[in-house]
Every structure is written in C-alpha cells, then in structure tokens.
C-alpha cells in the first residue's frame, strides 16, 4: 500500500525539521540534586558548553547545565546496551522503588535513606531555583 506522496519507484522522503536550538532544550524539566565528579577536560567542555547553551537559547546557566547532563546521562543509559538488558531483567524490582530523591506521597519532604548504604538521599530541589527561575 502507498502512502500519500508515494509511487511505486519513489518513497515519500520525510523532510526533518531544521535543529534551531541546542539538543538539551527539549529536556525534561522534574529537578533533583546529585553530586557528581568527572575530569578536568569534561569539566572544562561542559562549561564552554552550558554557556554556549545559556548564550543561544537565552536561559540561564544553571538552567542550561540541568538539561546538558540530564540529557547527556539519559543518551548514556539508553545507549548502554548491557545496562538496558540488566534493566530489563529487573524491570519489576526498579519500578517499585521510586527515583533517588523523591518520596512518594511527600512532594518536596526528606527522602529516606538509599537502601543498604545509610546514605540519606538528597532532598529534591524546589523554590525558585527548581522552576528555573532566580539565583541559588
């Protein structure tokens, strides 16, 4: 069957929408706080990066460092062939568990300690700095 556009020699090509704005734009917007140590060199090309961000899509830098590496760590893990089998084969046991940083049933309470490590997880970010909008 054909569809509109198309003939029996010639597929209808699907024309992509030109990228107007950085990647990382198009991210999620849910916050929480989780330290995170890397390499001099990634350091230094993140930075260059979020003020690139910050400059062209007109947001602020803590706003484009957000969604620089919520979109950087959400294209690893899809990516991550061995981590997507694993997570696959305990799919039941890590939806029950709610994400690092939010309790449920308490928006914006203390999260209970990261089981097994008495670690207590980091309170997630809220107020102003949470919705984009002020300094921290």
Do not use: C, F
């Not at 024309?15 to 198009?26: D, H, I, T």
């Not at 706080?33 to 001099?40: C, E, G, I, N, R």
């Not at 994400?99 to 107020?127: F, H, K």
């Amino acid at each position: 069957m054909l569809g509109n556009g198309e003939t029996k020699r010639r597929k209808k090509s699907v024309s992509r929408v030109e990228q107007r704005l950085p990647l990382v734009m198009s991210g999620t917007r849910s916050r929480t706080q989780q330290p995170v140590m890397m390499s001099s060199t990634t350091a230094t090309d993140l930075h260059a990066y979020v003020r690139w961000v910050s400059k062209v899509a007109h947001v602020p830098a803590d706003e484009a460092m957000v969604l620089t590496i919520d979109r950087a760590i959400g294209d690893l893990l899809r990516r991550d062939e061995l981590w997507q089998a694993h997570r696959g084969q305990h799919a039941l046991h890590d939806e029950e568990a709610p994400p690092v940083g939010v309790t449920p049933g308490q928006p914006g309470g203390a999260a209970p300690p990261v089981p097994g490590t008495g670690v207590a997880r980091p309170a997630p970010v809220s107020g102003p700095a949470a919705s984009g909008g002020g300094k921290p």
